[in-house]
């Protein structure tokens, strides 16, 4: 009789924004005439910039002759994409990264899901807490993490590095020494990030306790600030150490396109064996390529007009953060976050919990955001707020929180 993996009844309720939904969905049940402003999930809400649509109308039309049809991608991408990623991702910052370290896929969240299959089961991961609840949960899915203590609701062999208001939400190297670290800078969900001086702290401090830095830098777009690094690569000694994950969603406004790329660098090795060839391995072996029309969009995020289109769009988001950030300041809220990343990060008023502020702010303003409790324990008694929304809607948003009255 056929047995399923356990690993998976260990996991505690739903994926964290499945469950708001399905609260907003069953609020919009009961209510259907209120008018609800999602600033929940980090999903954008812009069309595709011009350049991108064009560069996808291209594509669409060269599959639909004969002599420019495409049928299976290459497994690790296409050249033209991966060799633009080198360009202006890696050398323009000084980094030297080649086209067979950079590895197409369909979105950085399936990515931070899948590499933790390269390490050995026993390996102990460490993680921010608060943190993106992939990282956690597909380490659950793969066995990795113990037992779930569900009154403080972590798990027995996860590493917790507290990212607090106390600390500036910046973490500190954790006394047992881990064999993956898992970093998301500037950081989902804090909004908050380090200086390049800090974070290559932590490249020094992978290389002398012999982990592997997991950097998902899907926000790096986001950076506003000089002394901030937009590749962990900007860190001396980072290719004998670190994956890096970068994502086409948040710069580019792909979402719903779906593309992504993992960054691993072939001085990254464990003993003699090389994870880059390990993960080529595997990407042949369960992935076969995002599509050519998406990789064809991806490439035009690079052109000149598509850099140009897209610097607008992150200015457009930025502008949303400032109204987040500036408005609950001044309403009296304690606010992080919002100048380097589109997330803004709040005290919930009044020690009211993370859910109960959700559950407040749904029903008094009809206004969606992530409670803090749903990334980790640290997270509980903060709020999340994304900047992805319409400028109209995020305005509306905020007259409406400081007249809820709380
Ligand atoms: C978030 O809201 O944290 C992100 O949008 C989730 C994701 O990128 O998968």
């Not at 209510?31 to 980090?42: A, E, F, S, T, Y």
């Not at 497994?75 to 950079?102: H, K, P, Q, T, W």
Request: proline share 5%; net charge negative; aromatic share 12%.
């Amino acid at each position: 009789m056929f047995r399923v993996n356990e690993n998976y009844q260990k996991l505690p309720g739903s994926y964290l924004f499945s469950r708001i939904a399905g609260k907003v969905n069953a609020f919009l049940q009961a209510n259907p005439d209120q008018k609800v402003i999602r600033l929940g999930i980090g999903d954008v809400t812009q069309p595709l910039a011009p350049a991108i649509i064009d560069a996808l109308h291209r594509a669409v039309d060269e599959m639909a002759c004969a002599e420019t049809f495409r049928g299976y991608a290459p497994d690790l991408g296409y050249e033209f994409l991966r060799s633009a990623i080198v360009e202006n991702d890696y050398r323009a910052r000084g980094c030297d990264i080649s086209v067979d370290e950079i590895f197409i896929s369909d979105g950085a969240k399936s990515d931070s899901a899948n590499i933790q299959e390269l390490f050995a089961d026993c390996s102990r991961i460490a993680v921010c807490d608060p943190v993106y609840p992939v990282y956690v949960d597909s380490n659950v899915m793969a066995g990795r993490t113990g037992t779930y203590d569900a009154a403080s609701e972590v798990w027995s062999d996860v590493i917790y590095m507290p990212c607090t208001m106390e600390n500036g939400f910046v973490p500190e190297f954790p006394r047992e020494t881990p064999d993956i670290i898992y970093l998301c800078l500037p950081n989902n969900p804090t909004g908050t990030t380090i200086t390049k001086e800090q974070l290559q702290g932590w490249v020094d401090y992978a290389i002398k306790s012999g982990a592997v830095i997991i950097y998902d830098a899907a926000y790096e777009a986001y950076i506003s600030e000089e002394n901030v690094a937009h590749s962990i690569y900007e860190c001396e000694g980072a290719k004998t150490c670190a994956i890096e994950l970068r994502s086409f969603s948040k710069n580019a406004g792909f979402t719903g396109v779906r593309l992504g790329c993992t960054v691993v660098p072939k001085e990254l090795r464990c003993g003699d064996v090389s994870l880059n060839a390990m993960w080529a391995r595997r990407h042949g072996t369960k992935f076969n390529g995002a599509p050519y029309i998406v990789q064809r969009a991806g490439e035009a995020v690079y052109s000149e007009e598509g850099k140009a289109q897209l610097k607008e769009q992150v200015a457009y988001y930025m502008r949303n953060a400032a109204v987040i950030r500036d408005g609950l300041k001044e309403a009296g809220y304690t606010v992080f976050g919002g100048v380097n990343a589109p997330y803004i990060w709040m005290k919930t008023p009044e020690k009211m919990s993370s859910w109960d502020f959700f559950d407040y702010l749904l029903e008094k303003a009809n206004v969606v955001g992530t409670p803090g409790s749903g990334f980790g324990p640290c997270g509980e008694g903060y709020f999340r707020l994304t900047a992805f929304g319409s400028y109209e809607n995020t305005q509306e948003a905020l007259e409406r929180i400081r007249k809820s009255g709380c």
